[in-house]
């Protein structure tokens, strides 16, 4: 696959996170909310300061979730494409 994407997403047990090429965005179990610059290695907390960044990738991430739960709920995972055999 040769796409370029805006994002990617990845979770864990006990967190989720969203990353582009300056930002990452890290949500634990509890909705703690973390927004770094994880290619500077910057600690600092850009959540409050960057709001729409922060909403930007929290949509990305609750719409790639609801469509995995679509796929699921409709048992599509396994299903075949037309062209597929």
Do not use: S
Not at 5 to 21: E, M, S
Not at 53 to 64: G, L, S, T
Request: positive net charge.
């Amino acid at each position: 696959m040769r796409e370029e994407r805006k994002y990617i997403l990845f979770n864990h047990d006990r967190l989720y996170g969203i990353a582009d090429t300056t930002y990452l965005l890290i949500v634990d179990k509890n909705h703690t909310l973390g927004l770094y610059r994880y290619g500077e290695a910057d600690r600092k907390n850009y959540a409050e300061k960057l709001p729409e960044k922060r909403k930007e990738m929290e949509n990305f991430f609750h719409a790639h979730i609801q469509t995995a739960a679509y796929i699921l709920m409709h048992d599509l995972q396994n299903k075949k494409r037309k062209n597929e055999k």
